[in-house]
Every structure is written in C-alpha cells, then in structure tokens.
C-alpha cells in the first residue's frame, strides 16, 4: 500500500514538473473562482427569458405585442423580444438540461472569456508573473458574477473576440476583419442593440488611427490607407448585416428608447451610477489605478487608441454601474500592452527600497521550488474543494433558494387565481415562469421598456404608477382603484406592506419570511374564505 502511494506521488511530481508555473496558477485561478461563486440562481430577469424562448419556439414566431403582463395584453402594448436566440437557446438548454445545464452553460461562456484573454497574454504571465497574475485574478474574481443566464454572458465573449479581432488587425499581427461582420449578426440576434457597441469600437479605432500625433507621452500612428479604408468597409458591412434579424432596425435603437428614460435610470439598479461604497465601485477604482499604474511606469509611449477606449468605457462605468464589466474586458489589453515594458524589480530597486539579489538559483533548486509551491496549491485546492463541497453539491442540485423567491407563496396564488395582480417588479419573471400556464399574469415584470408605455394616471407611464404604489409617494389608494387591482403580492418588509396592513379594506392573505399575500376585502376571488393566513 505504501509503496503504490509513494509510486503515485512520484508520478504526480512527474506531471507537475511538466506543467509551467504561469499555467498551473491560471488553472489554480479558475478553480478557485468556480468554487467560490454560488450555484444559486439569483437572476430576476432570467424568468422571463426562458419562458420567451418556450413561446416562441411553441408557437414558431417573434411575438410583437405584450404576452405576459395582465396590463399590458389588455392595452395591447407593442413589445418584440429583442434578444430572441438567447431565450431560445436558454430554453432549449434548460428543457433538456435543467437548471443544472444552465449553471453549466454560463460557467462555460466565462471559462472561454477567461481562457481567451489569459491564454493571449501567456508571454506576460511568463515574463511578468506577478503583475499578470494579480490583474487575471481580480478579472477572474469580479466578472465572473455577472455571468447569469442572460444576454450579457453571450455579449461578452462575443465582444471580448471581436474586440482582440481589431487590435491584431492594427497591430499588425493577423487580419481577421472578415468576422467582424458575422460577428455582429450574432450579437444583434442574441443580444439586440448591444451590437451598436460594435460599431462604435471600429468606429473609435479607426478614427484614433487615422493621424499621426505625438504630445508627450501621448502618440498616435496613422495606418496605411489601404487598412483604413478596410476598417470603413468593415464598419458599413456591420452595421448593414445588423438589419438581418427578425426585429429589424428596432433592435438596434432599443437602448436609446431606454436610456432616455431618466425615471427607469433613478430606479433600475444596474442603470444607476456606480457607488463606490460598495463592491462594485472599490472595483473599479482597483481596475482604474492598475491601468494607470500600467500606462505611467512603462516605457511606451500612450496610444489615443488606448486612451480614448479608456476614457469611454470609464465614463459608462460611472454612469451605469451595469457597464463595468465592459470596461474590464476592454481595458485588459490596454493593460498588458504597457505592462511588457514594465521591469517592477528594477523599478523598486532604484527606488532604493532593496537591492536585487544577483545570485541565481540553480536550475534544480528553482524546479524544487516551483513543485514545492504546487504541491501547497494543490493541498489548498483540496482542502477547499472538501470544506465546500458538501454545500456546494446541494446548492447544484436545488438552486432555486426560497430566499430569493416566493416558492412557496406561488401556490397560494394559485389557489386564490387573482386576475388583477399588483406584484414587486423583482418578481415579475418569476411569477411569469410559474404561474403563466395557469393564466395567472404579473403587473409588471424585468422588461423595462415596456412600461413605459402610458399608463391610467396622467401623463405617467406604468413603471412610474408602479414606483408610486410602491414607494408610497402619491394617491397610493386612487392608483389602486384606478387599475382595478384585486390583489398585491409583494416584499414583506416593506413600506407598502405596513400601509396595505393598517388598511381596513386589504385582507392580508398570506405572509412567509419573503413575501405577502392581500386581496381587496370587495374582490371576492376565489371562493376559499378570507379569513385564513399561511406563515
């Protein structure tokens, strides 16, 4: 027995001999990152886009007016599903897979950004370890949580490929434009008017390298005219072949439709400006000061190119927190492009903080430590791996968490079969999921752009009756009457919960640890009496 362990060990160290440093801490990366974001399903919208791709493939066609929302298919509201072939190719992977294929699916979709990226700047991770490593594993840790199953997942890698497309092109490496068109066609399919972030990437590098320029450390070197005129050629066909999807030029101009809508950007998290109170923003100045940290100390001379993308993506980042992973993954070959020419031991020592030690390690002294630092990662990886699995195998198995939805209020709901429900806009999609094929429909649900379609109050729309309902700012009680609203199901602690509470005409129903339950005490619907409440 001894033997055959101590023959599996040598062997191992055999294998790890084989595998460089630099490779062996990215696979370390990912498999730290894997274990430590959650299995549980934590998006709202996800609800929604499943249920899309389940009709339309049902039914064989793109619909074009609201099929979900009790409100809006009673006024007809206009509504196209922008992002089609992600709802359908959500549904079709959780029809045959469940939600474990989709965990699967968006853990895949990171995976290959990261691996792309990581993969490009392997010279660096070899040359300048530590600086490479420090950037992938913040880039690792962070973007990562904002792989849900939703359209972004896709958009990223579709993105992040054609994005390093267009520097290989410009910097002389490999002409790959010929894509970039095709590129664009899948995004605008799965992802509607996030390819327009396509256009405007070609559109800024070919105009930042069409001058020569040099202002101190700032420079600019324009581009033979053959390659400009294929950057326009390539621009005019992307945008051309955007037209070909179902939707038309509305996929395209949906994000403006949305972004002048100031109320949704006061009040949908992801549109509102980056706070930097919270992770989110700590992160971004992170990612701020190494690219400027980058840019500063090397001995390149800043690209327009570089900075112009910088100074954009950063900009977004502060005015819609949901742009920041863009700025990430825009940012990380800016960032490795200065970090080549940065010599960080050198650096320090000038600075005389300490002076390099010039005797090198023999070449079987430097394999012993390189396997020695791989053995402690490996005893860390398992011993993590065994502290977390358990939970983490449960989490996989049921990650639907009755802390983030009302799994159980559903089946009240049912029971009661309310025709005129006023719902938490959180919600929304979930009851669309559940509760559609039982003909109970939501008042409002993740798909922002429609409701801002007008609503009964004057000269508000639907999303802006719902924040007043909700937030109790104005005529809670006339809203109510006006839309005829016959039940509320919404968060327990809230605002609108203690008012509905001390109302004498609102029945409360049902009450759990996430949700309530109230119907209108003149509403008869349903005939089980009124009087009984779940906890």
Same mark, same amino acid.
């Given at each position: 027995m001894?033997k055959?362990?101590?023959?599996e060990?040598k062997?191992l160290?055999? %294998? ?11 696979a370390f990366?990912t498999?730290l990152i ?8 934590k998006? @709202?919208?996800? =609800? =929604?886009?499943?249920k899309?791709?389940e009709w ?7 619909p074009n ?8 298919i ?5 509504w196209t599903a922008h992002?089609w072939?992600?709802?359908v190719?959500y549904f ?13 699916f968006t %853990?895949?979709? =990171?995976?290959?950004?990261?691996? !792309?990226?990581?993969s490009?700047?392997?010279?660096s991770?070899?040359y300048r370890f530590s600086?490479?490593?420090? =950037? ?5 840790s962070y973007?990562?949580?904002?792989f849900y199953v939703?359209?972004q997942s896709i958009s990223f890698l579709l993105l992040?490929?054609?994005?390093l ?15 970039i068109?095709? !590129?664009s066609?899948l995004?605008?399919?799965?992802h509607?008017g996030i ?5 405007i990437?070609?559109?800024l590098i ?6 020569n320029?040099?202002?101190?450390k700032?420079?600019?070197t324009?581009?033979e ?6 950057l326009v050629?390539?621009l ?12 038309g @030029?509305k996929?395209?101009?949906y994000?403006?439709?949305t972004m002048?809508?100031t ?5 949908i998290?992801?549109?509102a400006s ?7 923003g ?5 990612f701020f000061?190494?690219i400027i940290?980058?840019m500063l100390?090397?001995?390149k001379k ?8 910088f100074?954009?993506y950063?900009?977004s980042?502060?005015k %819609? ?5 863009y ?7 800016i ?9 960080l031991?050198r650096m320090i *020592?000038?600075l ?5 030690n010039?005797?090198?390690?023999s070449k079987s *002294? ?6 020695? !630092?791989?053995m402690v ?6 011993i993590?791996?065994?502290?977390y699995y358990p939970q ?6 049921n990650p639907?968490s ?7 209020g ?8 309310p *025709?005129?429900l006023?719902?938490h806009y959180?919600f929304?999609?979930?009851l ?5 094929d039982?003909?109970i429909?939501p008042?409002i649900?993740?798909?922002?752009d ?10 508000s729309?639907?999303?802006e009756d ?6 109790l ?6 809203i109510?009457k006006?839309?005829?609203i016959d039940?509320?199901f919404?968060l327990?602690?809230?605002s609108?919960?203690?008012y ?6 609102w029945h409360? !129903? %049902? ?6 339950f109230?119907i209108r005490?003149e509403?008869h ?9 779940y906890?």
């Open positions: 001894i055959y362990f101590m023959k060990v062997n160290i055999g %294998y790890l001999k084989k595998i460089r440093i630099e490779n062996f801490f990215l990366t498999f894997i274990c430590v974001k959650p299995f549980k399903v998006s @709202y919208d996800m =609800w =929604w886009h499943l899309t791709g339309i493939i049902k039914n064989g066609k793109i007016t609201d099929i979900f929302s009790w409100y809006g009673s006024k007809h509201f206009s992002e072939l992600t709802d190719t079709s992977i959780y029809k045959f897979f469940n939600f474990q294929g989709l965990l699967i %853990y895949l979709l =990171w995976f290959a950004v990261f691996l !792309i990226f990581a490009r700047y392997k010279k991770m070899k600086l490479s490593f420090l =950037w992938l594993l913040l880039f690792s973007t990562i949580f904002f939703r359209p992040s490929i054609q994005y497309i267009l520097i290989d092109y410009v910097d002389n490496k490999q002409d790959r434009l010929i894509f068109p095709f !590129i066609l995004i605008v399919n799965f509607g390819a327009i972030s396509s256009f990437m070609i559109f070919m105009i930042t390298n069409a001058f320029i040099e202002i101190g700032i420079k600019s324009k581009l005219g053959k390659k400009l005129i294929k050629k390539t005019v066909l992307t945008i051309l072949i955007s037209f070909i999807n179902p939707i @030029y996929a395209l101009t994000p403006f439709l002048k809508n109320f949704f950007m006061d009040y998290s992801e549109w980056v706070d930097f109170h919270s992770g989110h700590v992160m971004l100045i992170i000061m190494l940290f980058a100390l090397s001995n800043i690209k327009v190119q570089h900075l112009c993308i100074i954009l950063f900009y980042s502060l %819609y927190s949901r742009m920041i992973p700025f990430i993954f825009y940012s990380t070959p960032y490795f492009y200065y970090l080549e020419d940065i010599d031991k *020592q000038n005389g903080i300490y002076k390099i010039k005797i090198k390690e *002294q430097e394999t012993k430590s390189k396997i020695m !630092i791989k990662v490996l005893i860390i990886c398992f993590f791996f065994m502290v983490r195998k449960e989490e996989f198995y639907i009755n802390e983030t939805y009302p799994v159980e559903i089946e009240v709901l049912k029971k009661y079969n *025709q005129k006023y719902n959180n929304g999609g979930y669309i999921f559940t509760l559609h039982e003909g429909f008042f649900d993740g798909r922002a429609l409701f801002a379609n007008k609503g009964e109050m004057n000269h729309s639907v999303f719902y924040i007043k309902v909700n937030h700012k104005e005529n809670t009680d006339e109510l006006i839309y005829d039940s509320i919404t327990k602690d809230c609108l919960t203690q509905l509470k001390a109302k004498s005409k409360l !129903i %049902y009450e759990d640890h996430l949700v309530v109230f005490e509403n619907i349903s005939s089980i009496p009124h009087t009984k409440i906890k």
